[in-house]
């Protein structure tokens, strides 16, 4: 393939925008290097890039886009809202009309507050829990990603339960402090530090189904063990929906293993493309929020009209009908695919997998945490990612990283990429 012109756009893009992107997982150093590709069109399940190669799209935006490039439905809502104004700075009736919507489908959603992304969301549930509970610490599992904002990026180390140190320069140790790490799907060690440090924990931040180390599912009964703990120390319990909400079933992960958390954070998906993000959860916990309480949280452009329009409109396509069987056989015809020509290729892959999101995992036989995932062969993905990439199949750069399937891939796309994989696995043999 010919990425004579993304090379030329990455080129200069270095000279005006630090690291040529304006977020780091779009480089490719997760993947030992190369050039971006830079997109030019969408349509459906596939994209185009500014050197003329198509791609089946399995990056999905990294999430939001699970009904196709330029769906109809939501491009008319967003066109129109450009229209009619895209900002007020007023309240208009579609924020009522979509949190009436959000909270029909999730219904531990009291009250909700609209943000611009996932990582304000989540923040200031964060926030909100330390106000309520009057507590500063939080307790989080290694390897889920909840945003960039200060207290979310720690990691524990190697430790299985310690006092977090911050993953990224520009954090106070002070911060990281605060944030205790311990392994997803180890209900032990997350008690054990909830019986050291519960009384000064204001909430448990949980991905419910991880897709920020790959699609890991929690054990059976894991989730309700850590919402039994939480409260017995009166701490709260949030959920990250960020990826999962309305991914998996018209509803939430906390639908899907009947628990229910105190409050959940949401972003993507709910916004069909646009910048968005929410929040809600228990009617008293979310009136700590200002103007009714004392915990402060704003924005300037959350609740716009367009992201209104187009989470609205993409949720209605969310509703038709037979829409998550769809994706879910899609995507368990994909995975059986690459697993049959791994194994013909003789590759050792493992494939983790809910509805119409999965993740490869190389030289492994199962991942349930961060650290298995983690000491999946990074090398060997990133040159089927590459190998994939020749075949016109995008993928995200990135081990850690989930395919999304689209409500427009097809049993073609599936064959295609099948195929495409099956040669991808046969040329690292050689
Ligand atoms: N929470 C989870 C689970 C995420 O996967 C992400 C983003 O990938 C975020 C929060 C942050 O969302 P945003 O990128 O919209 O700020």
């Given at each position: 393939m010919n990425f004579s012109t993304s090379k030329a756009l990455h080129d200069e893009a270095l000279n005006h925008i630090v690291g040529g992107v304006?977020?780091?997982?779009?480089?490719y150093k997760g993947v030992g290097g190369g050039t971006p590709v830079y997109m030019d069109h969408g349509k459906g399940a596939y994209f185009w890039d500014v050197d003329g190669n198509q791609y089946i799209d399995y990056l999905g935006a990294y999430g939001p886009i699970i009904t196709g490039h330029g769906h109809p439905h939501i491009a008319e809502a967003i066109s129109n809202a450009a229209k009619t104004g895209v900002l007020y700075g007023t309240p208009t009736k579609l924020e009522n009309q979509f949190a009436k919507m959000l909270k029909s489908a999730i219904p531990s959603l009291e009250k909700v507050r609209f943000t611009n992304s996932g990582t304000e969301a989540v923040m200031t549930t964060v926030r909100v829990a330390r106000a309520y509970t009057g507590r500063n610490k939080i307790i989080k599992f290694s390897?889920?990603?909840?945003?960039?904002?200060?207290?979310?990026?720690?990691e524990a180390g190697s430790?299985?339960?310690?006092?977090g140190t911050p993953?990224?320069?520009?954090?106070?140790q002070s911060v990281a402090e605060d944030v205790i790490t311990v392994p997803f799907n180890d209900t032990d060690t997350f008690q054990k530090a909830m019986e050291r440090w519960g009384d000064e924990m204001a909430a448990v931040l949980v991905e419910?189904?991880?897709?920020?180390?790959?699609?890991v599912k929690p054990h059976d009964g894991f989730l309700k063990r850590v919402n039994d703990i939480a409260h017995d120390a009166g701490s709260l319990v949030i959920y990250d929906?960020?990826?999962?909400a309305f991914r998996f079933?018209?509803?939430s992960a906390q639908q899907i293993y009947g628990v229910t958390p105190d409050m959940t954070a949401m972003g993507k998906i709910i916004g069909g493309g646009l910048p968005i993000g929410a929040y809600g959860g228990r009617q008293d916990i979310m009136e700590q929020v200002a103007p009714l309480g004392p915990a402060y949280q704003s924005g300037?452009?959350?609740?716009?009209p367009a992201s209104m329009a187009s989470g609205i409109a993409c949720l209605e396509v969310l509703q038709e009908p037979r829409v998550y069987e769809e994706l879910d056989r899609l995507g368990e015809r994909l995975e059986n695919g690459i697993l049959e020509k791994a194994s013909e290729a003789g590759i050792p892959i493992s494939v983790n997998r809910m509805c119409g999101a999965l993740t490869v995992y190389f030289g492994?036989?199962?991942?349930?945490n961060y650290d298995e995932a983690d000491a999946s062969d990074g090398d060997a993905f990133a040159r089927f990612f590459h190998l994939m990439l020749e075949e016109g199949i995008n993928l995200a750069?990135?081990?850690f990283e989930a395919w999304f399937l689209t409500t427009e891939h097809t049993d073609e796309d599936i064959n295609a990429t099948i195929e495409a994989a099956g040669k991808a696995f046969a040329a690292m043999t050689e």
């Open positions: 304006n977020s780091p997982s779009r480089a390897g889920s990603y909840h945003g960039h904002f200060d207290s979310v990026l720690v430790g299985p339960a310690t006092l993953d990224s320069a520009g954090i106070p419910p189904i991880v897709g920020n180390f790959g699609i929906e960020v990826i999962t079933t018209y509803g300037t452009m959350a609740g716009n492994t036989d199962s991942v349930e750069p990135s081990k």
